[in-house]
T-cell receptor, first 109, second 116 residues
């Protein structure tokens, strides 16, 4: 069975401080990992995916297979980063996504 | 990017009635769509996979006779909540992958269902 764990429901960070949203997963095969974001009153949208190894809006995430983690990081938080963040997993080549419980990030001005 | 719409955006109904929610891919074709349910301040729970031209695949614990899914065309999937009860009140979200690859999945804005 596949599972995604986000241990923090709420996270508050001062503007300009580093951000790290934790995500751990459980999956027996080769997973594809994603971070989705939902800004206030907007639909869920893809932030980044591990296979692209890209930085979006200053955020990066590295897949650590040894620790089965895919933590989301940003060196300097901005107020517009306040949102709900979901870590998600799918099996390689499988369209179905399993979501974590989400972390609500609040950036304090 | 690709756009997925849902209609209605919110609906209030009486207990015992049925409610239909539509999910449309506006500028692309989707042989597969997904239906999720989201409770307040909780994560998205996958309910079922809607397959164009064939039966939907339901996740464990989801009543297929309660939540009827029809994927009649490459751009439309419908979710009908039959004989709705207050415990069915929730936020229902659909999504569709573009190009059949999971990372290009686009979400609808969601439908808020309130059953009185």
């Amino acid at each position: 069975a596949q599972r995604v764990t986000q241990p923090e429901k709420l996270l508050s960070v001062f503007k300009g401080a580093p951000v790290e949203l934790k995500c751990n997963y459980s999956y027996s095969g080769s997973p594809e990992l994603f971070w989705y974001v939902q800004y206030s009153r907007q639909r869920l949208q893809l932030l980044l995916r591990h296979i692209s190894r890209e930085s979006i809006k200053g955020f990066t995430a590295d897949l650590n297979k040894g620790e089965t983690s895919f933590h989301l990081k940003k060196p300097f938080a901005q107020e517009e980063d306040s949102a709900m963040y979901y870590c998600a997993l799918s099996g390689f080549g499988n369209e179905k996504l399993t979501f974590g419980t989400g972390t609500r990030l609040t950036i304090i001005p | 990017g690709a756009v997925v719409s849902q209609h209605p955006s919110w609906v209030i109904c009486k207990s015992g009635t049925s409610v239909k929610i539509e999910c449309r891919s506006l500028d692309f074709q989707a042989t597969t769509m997904f239906w999720y349910r989201q409770f307040p301040k909780q994560s998205l729970m996958l309910m079922a996979t809607s397959n164009e031209g064939s039966k939907a695949t339901y996740e464990q614990g989801v009543e297929k006779d309660k939540f009827l899914i029809n994927h009649a065309s490459l751009t439309l999937s419908t979710l009908t909540v039959t004989s709705a009860h207050p415990e069915d009140s929730s936020f229902y979200i659909c999504s569709a992958p573009v190009g059949g690859r999971s990372y290009e999945q686009f979400f609808g804005p969601g439908t808020r269902l309130t059953v009185l």
